[in-house]
């Protein structure tokens, strides 16, 4: 069976900090992979995605990236935190063509950035 | 671009109670509609999924929902409440050819005794 990995799962971090997230998948091969940014009182917001190894696309403009080094491994990053990067940010992952798909979720990474 | 609305950011029942949880819906073509759950600090699981085969879909804790195009409806039901449903709802859209799944701003259901 398939599951997903976040870590770590609760982060406190200063202003104008570096930032790395961790995302994997385990139990499926070339994932659809994807970061949401969930603030409080609001919905998901897509902040990238990826169809394949090195291929990463922007929803968002901002001060976080994302990387894709292997198949199954999705990392987001920053090197300066705002507070404004506040949040619960999701990682998914989908199998199929385009987002019609079922997407899963990970359990999610609380940030709080002071 | 498709986007989803969820009318009301809260709703409260009473245990054994309907729920009904509103969700519109715009997209300019055939959409893909999609509920899903998030108990507190925790990632989403899926309810049910409409991709165009039967308007009324049935999900896992006995949820439904209905999938009406003349109203570009698609909201979730439950016919008794249990406590256990609390938790937060969100409505999400996403149509073939695109990447992007939309969702709405969430619905926090609250079930009193």
């Known amino acids: 069976s398939q599951t997903i990995h976040q870590w770590p799962a609760t982060l406190v971090q200063p202003v104008g900090s570096p930032l790395s997230l961790e995302c994997t998948v385990e139990?499926?091969?070339?994932?659809?992979l994807y970061w949401y940014r969930q603030a409080a009182g609001r919905g998901l917001q897509l902040l990238f995605y990826?169809?394949?190894?090195?291929?990463i696309s922007s929803e968002v403009p901002q001060n976080l990236s994302a990387s894709r080094p292997q198949d199954r491994q999705f990392i987001l990053s920053s090197k300066k935190l705002l507070l404004s990067d506040s949040g619960f940010y999701l990682c998914?992952?989908?199998?199929?063509?385009?987002?019609?798909?079922?997407?899963?979720f990970g359990p999610g990474t609380r940030l709080t950035v002071l | 671009a498709q986007s989803v609305t969820q009318l009301g950011s809260h709703v409260s029942v009473s245990e054994g109670a309907l729920v009904l949880l509103r969700c519109n819906y715009s997209?300019?073509?055939?959409?893909?509609l999609f509920w899903y759950v998030q108990y507190p600090n925790q990632g989403l699981q899926l309810l049910l999924k409409?991709?165009?085969?039967?308007?009324l879909v049935k999900g896992i804790n006995g949820f439904e929902a209905e999938f009406k195009k003349s109203e570009t409806s698609f909201h979730l039901t439950k016919p008794s409440a249990h406590m256990s449903d609390a938790a937060e709802y969100f409505c999400?859209?996403?149509?073939?050819?695109?990447?992007?799944?939309?969702f709405g701003a969430g619905t926090r259901l609250t079930v009193k005794p």
């Open positions: 998914a992952w989908s199998v199929g063509t385009y987002a019609y798909n079922e997407q899963f």
């Open positions: 139990g499926t091969s070339n994932p659809n």
């Open positions: 990826s169809v394949g190894i090195g291929q």
């Open positions: 997209s300019s073509v055939p959409p893909y």
């Open positions: 409409y991709t165009s085969a039967a308007t």
């Open positions: 999400a859209v996403s149509e073939l050819g695109t990447w992007d799944m939309r």
